[in-house]
């Protein structure tokens, strides 16, 4: 008898999880094996993942469509015989022992992820098995709330959710305060595009959340837990209904938990999309049914946060730290890490990486340890450019820089933020004038309206940078930007105006010449920004369509059925319709050429 | 038609009736009455405030300041097509600009049919498959503009397939005309 799993988060079904499951639901039905699904672990690339698993010997098989999950089926699962071509991943008795991705697992330090994509996340038995809810039995019953916060400290552990204050000294702050009521609040509002540790975290082992937050209930004597999730997160949202659910059930949620005489309560307060609601303040506006907007600190959410009452506040990655640093202790968390970032961090590699998906590393490991030794490099073997950490609010660290160590301490040098832990790579195909006109774009959408600097500034910042990826551009708008920029910093209320610039000033501080090549030469080097870039059709890839000839508003292309169509580059006028049209990628775009001077 | 509505209208009262009243409870309330009406109507506002007592200008503040909230009807079907950073590098403006070629509308626009409502969203999650679109509740990744058209056109063939079966079923019904409805 084997038990199969099928990865199904978010990532697993947009690849196709759900028809490969609905083939094996097929195929099961009436044998004495089990079918059930999993989160994500991480190696998104390979999605859909299906894993057999006979007694301790799992097999994970990657791109399992239709098709192989048949085929997998029928050799593997009856006919006993593995499928070694499709293998991603396999272990033995908790050893690996092979897979094309072994690397991609082996290298890494799971703690937060410890459960994700090896339980089903809707079976609270599941997490039991792997010592579930041990940690809440611990604090409830052995600790009084004074031990679990010198635990944490002990632990060192950081928020993890970007500014990295210690979560230790967080607690204590809101225990200090009396108040017959106080809230625990769990921000999964994961708002940076790029990042999507949090919602693996949720889908895969919603239950280690939950119990971060009980856990700090305890620790800061509060009765009440709020975990607002972002409305596009409909199964993350749906995950976490089931867990609570089931926690209530079995006690672990509720009144007198345990035994212990400690109630505790979680409610799930939906999003409704505003990335401000990010931050802390705003959050708790959204939470009492407001428009989110920051408030002025202090009085700090310690003192007075959702409804006026004291509120400790983290997101979701630092609570599914909390039970394993109560289970193992303080001291084996330090194990990990740098001295002033202990612990490990999960990342999301996203963008022109060659294995995009989720990898939990130690602090302290370079960012060339992570894109290549995990992330397997960059796609098609192009050059690696940069990598934009801490999304809106971050900045872009150029290749040459690779040797960082992934810290607190060390991102933050080069202009950059640790941020949640989005990683998005770019080639030397991303334009960086474009990547700042993005994010500024993003921010300046995003803005509340409440400071005048951001909501206005940020605003003739991104029509500058739109001039400029126009080919409009003058010589003085860089200085222009890097004075405005600076100014918004200066005069914002909350994170998001005081970091909205970071992404242009990082970009400015090592890609001038590109911005230069967009404004004095009207070319874009990265063959990116439409006005500023010549079409070509490539010969290998054109099947003579024509379809591309027929769209043309300006007539530009032309040439016979069946052969190689031509731009007439004179004649276009760069919209892009071909782009769009063309069946076969067969139509590329390239810096216009300077003129030699 | 009447019979739809009334009976939503029902089902979203029995919602406000149990809202017991807690602080905070009017994003939760404008949810449900958005997932039933497929956007929120006049008199849904003036139904909440009466029973929320909450003043009606702030509930129109809270609406027009998240952008989940629409005042307009949507289209049958809702695609989003994801302009996050990743989906961003991976080229998804092209391919929004291809999803709005193919359907002939731009963001937020509703198409004539009253199939599509077209969005664009900053991240879905699903950054390693990027770029990325959903379709309803369906995600679907790694796109290219073949790919794209194909799913839009799929949904468009199945929709028009049910347009034709519920007309055939009730020969007087003009379900295109009522493009608030599931
Ligand atoms: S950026 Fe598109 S899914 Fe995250």
């Not at chain 1, 409305?231 to 089931?242: M, N, S």
Request: proline residues 4%; aromatic residues 8%; charged residues 25%.
């Amino acid at each position: 008898m084997s038990k199969i799993l099928v990865g199904m988060s978010t990532c697993g079904m947009s690849a196709g999880a759900k028809d490969t499951y609905k083939t094996l639901e097929g195929l099961v039905d009436g044998s004495d094996n089990e079918l059930t699904f999993t989160g994500c672990i991480g190696m998104c690339f390979k999605e859909p993942l299906v894993e057999i698993r006979e007694g301790d010997r799992r097999t994970i098989y990657g791109h399992v469509d239709k098709k192989r999950a048949k085929e997998i089926y029928e050799t593997h699962v009856v006919g006993g015989e593995e499928l070694p071509d499709y293998i991603v991943y396999q272990e033995d008795g908790g050893n690996a022992c092979g897979g094309s991705e072994q690397q991609f697992l082996e290298r890494q330090e799971r703690i937060v992820l410890r459960n994700c994509g090896l339980i089903n996340p809707e079976s609270l038995e599941d997490y039991e098995d792997r010592d579930g809810y041990q940690a809440t039995r611990k604090a409830l019953a052995e600790m009084n709330p004074e031990d679990i916060v010198a635990e944490l400290k002990e632990s060192g552990l950081r928020g993890r959710g970007g500014a990295g204050f210690p979560t230790g000294l967080k607690w204590s702050f809101c225990a200090g305060y009396e108040s017959d009521v106080k809230y625990v609040v769990c921000n999964a509002d994961e708002g940076d595009p790029g990042a999507f540790m949090d919602r693996s975290v949720l889908e895969g082992d919603p239950h280690a959340v939950l119990e971060g937050m009980i856990i700090c209930g305890k620790a800061i004597g509060a009765g009440f837990g709020y975990i607002y999730c972002r409305a596009e997160y409909p199964l993350a949202i749906h995950r976490l209904q089931v867990a609570i659910a089931d926690a209530t059930d079995k006690g672990y949620i509720g009144e007198n938990i345990l035994g212990s005489g400690f109630n505790f309560d979680i409610k799930i307060k939906q999003g409704a999309g505003a990335f401000v609601c990010g931050e802390e303040t705003a959050l708790f506006a959204s939470i009492e049914g407001e428009r989110g907007m920051p408030r002025i600190r202090p009085p700090f959410p310690a003192e007075s946060g959702v409804f006026g009452k004291p509120t400790n506040n983290n997101n979701v990655e630092t609570y599914a730290n909390v039970p394993w640093i109560i289970s193992n202790g303080g001291q084996a968390y330090r194990k990990y890490g740098t001295e002033k970032s202990p612990g490990t961090k999960v990342f999301a590699l996203a963008g022109k990486v060659a294995k995009g998906g989720l990898a939990e590393v130690s602090m302290g490991r370079t960012i060339e340890d992570i894109l290549f030794g995990i992330g397997g490099g960059i796609k098609e073997g192009r050059e690696f450019k940069a990598v934009q950490m801490g999304g809106p609010s971050g900045g872009c660290i150029p290749a040459h820089l690779k040797d960082t160590p992934v810290d607190f301490e060390n991102i933050p040098k080069t202009g950059a933020i640790m941020g949640s832990g989005g990683m998005v790579v770019m080639d030397d195909q991303t334009c960086m004038v474009d990547m700042a006109r993005f994010f500024l774009d993003f921010t300046q959408d995003e803005s509340c309206g409440k400071c005048t600097f951001c909501r206005i500034g940020t605003l003739r910042m991104l029509e500058t940078l739109e001039r400029i990826t126009r080919g409009e551009g003058e010589v003085e708008d860089t200085d222009m930007l890097a004075e405005l920029g600076e100014q918004i910093k200066q005069a914002s209320l909350c994170g998001l105006g005081q970091t909205a610039p970071n992404p242009v000033l990082s970009t400015m501080r090592y890609y001038m010449d590109e911005f230069l090549a967009h404004i004095k030469h009207k070319s874009c080097p990265a063959g990116s920004c439409q006005a500023l870039v010549d079409f070509i059709i490539i010969e290998e890839k054109c099947e003579g369509c024509g379809v591309c000839a027929k769209d043309c508003p300006v007539d530009a292309i032309s040439g016979i059925l069946k052969q190689t169509y031509v731009i007439d580059i004179g004649a276009c006028v760069q919209c892009g319709k071909c782009l769009t049209s063309c069946a076969f990628d067969a139509i590329y775009t390239v810096g216009k050429k300077v003129a030699a001077s | 038609m009447d019979g739809f509505m009334n009976q939503t209208e029902a089902e979203f009262s029995y919602r406000l009736w149990r809202h017991d009243g807690a602080q905070g409870e009017l994003i939760p309330l404008l949810q449900s009455a958005q997932d039933h009406f497929g956007y929120i109507p006049r008199r849904a506002i003036k139904y909440i405030s009466g029973v929320a007592k909450v003043p009606e200008s702030k509930i129109y503040g809270v609406i027009t300041f998240y952008s989940q909230f629409r005042l307009q009807p949507m289209g049958k079907h809702a695609i989003r097509m994801c302009t996050g950073t990743a989906c961003h590098v991976a080229n998804a403006g092209m391919l929004l600009e291809t999803i709005e070629d193919e359907l002939g509308v731009e963001v937020n626009g509703t198409t004539e049919d009253g199939t599509f409502t077209l969005f664009s969203v900053a991240c879905i999650g699903c950054c390693s498959l990027a770029p990325v679109m959903m379709v309803d509740d369906d995600t679907h990744g790694s796109l290219t503009p073949v790919t794209t058209r194909r799913i839009v056109r799929k949904v468009r063939r199945k929709a028009l397939a049910g347009e034709k079966k519920a007309a055939a079923e009730k020969p007087e019904g003009d379900a295109a005309a009522s493009p608030a409805k599931e």
